[in-house]
């Protein structure tokens, strides 16, 4: 089992950058694929990219390509987000989640089922 916590959000002015983290309690995380998901008010919880264990395979959603970057640091046992030119569409509370995967080279699950281990999630507000 494996714990996570987000951190990195807050309020922003659209066109700025902004990294969140996502930090593993267990020094396993090398065993996990990760994702970003993203939910806004009144909305379903929506993929936003997701990257293999080994870190070689990446995924992201449409409406991020280009503009967000998902990696991680296995040593370090934590995984970011870096969320470039912010727009105000892209408010919502970002959730870190992990999925325990035997490949270490497979390509990451991208539904919110697929994932075993979430974080609490961390706010992000983008201005206009």
């Known amino acids: 089992q494996v714990q996570l916590v987000e951190s990195g959000g807050g309020l922003v002015q659209a066109g700025v950058s902004l990294r969140l983290s996502c930090a593993a309690s267990?020094?396993?995380?090398?065993?996990?694929?990760l994702g970003w998901f993203r939910q806004a008010p009144g909305k379903e919880r929506e993929f936003v990219a997701a990257?293999?264990?080994?870190?070689?395979?990446?995924l992201y959603a449409d409406s991020v390509k280009g503009r967000f970057t998902i990696s991680r640091d296995n040593a370090a046992n934590t995984g970011y987000l870096q969320m470039n030119s912010l727009k105000p569409e892209d408010r919502a509370v970002y959730y870190c989640?992990?999925?325990?995967?035997?490949?270490?080279?497979?390509?990451?699950?991208?539904?919110?089922?697929?994932?075993?281990?979430w974080g609490q999630g961390t706010q992000v507000t983008v201005s206009s």
């Open positions: 989640a992990a999925r325990l995967l035997g490949d270490y080279n497979q390509v990451p699950p991208q539904r919110p089922s697929d994932f075993n281990y």
């Open positions: 267990r020094r396993t995380l090398s065993r996990y694929a």
């Open positions: 990257i293999s264990r080994s870190g070689t395979s990446t």
